[in-house]
């Protein structure tokens, strides 16, 4: 599976931005799937997931009730809307897939899938 991953930008601090994760094959639409960032000198971190179902969805607590995850397996991708942005925000977003659920949520870079990343840059 490849993903390729498109959004963010510049944005000031309370402001919305969305990335979106696109998967070359069909199959990704059954694969759990998440988001990750990166901030310059930062090791990587969770940021949230969803269940290939969509019934299910986990968030890092630095962003829960501003960011929603959500996945359209119609079109095969993985979205993530990011609301009420900080300059803590500020990072490059990766999409991530996993058949496995535990792997997927870990720290483990070993997944089936990243996508290149993209940035979000939050200006205060």
């Known amino acids: 599976v490849q993903l390729q991953a498109s959004g963010g930008g510049l944005v000031q601090a309370g402001g919305s931005l969305s990335v979106s994760c696109a998967a070359s094959e069909r199959i990704f639409s059954r694969y759990p799937k998440g988001w990750f960032r990166q901030a310059p000198g930062k090791e990587r971190e969770f940021v949230a997931a969803?269940?290939?179902?969509?019934?299910?969805?986990v968030y890092a607590d630095s962003v829960k009730g501003r960011f929603t995850i959500s996945g359209d397996n119609a079109k095969n991708t993985v979205n993530l809307r990011m609301n009420s942005l900080k300059p803590e925000d500020t990072a490059v977003y990766y999409c991530a897939a996993d058949a496995n659920w535990g792997v997927l949520l870990s720290t483990n870079p070993n997944k089936a899938a990243w996508g290149q990343g993209t940035q979000v840059t939050v200006s205060s």
């Open positions: 969803i269940t290939g179902s969509g019934v299910t969805t």
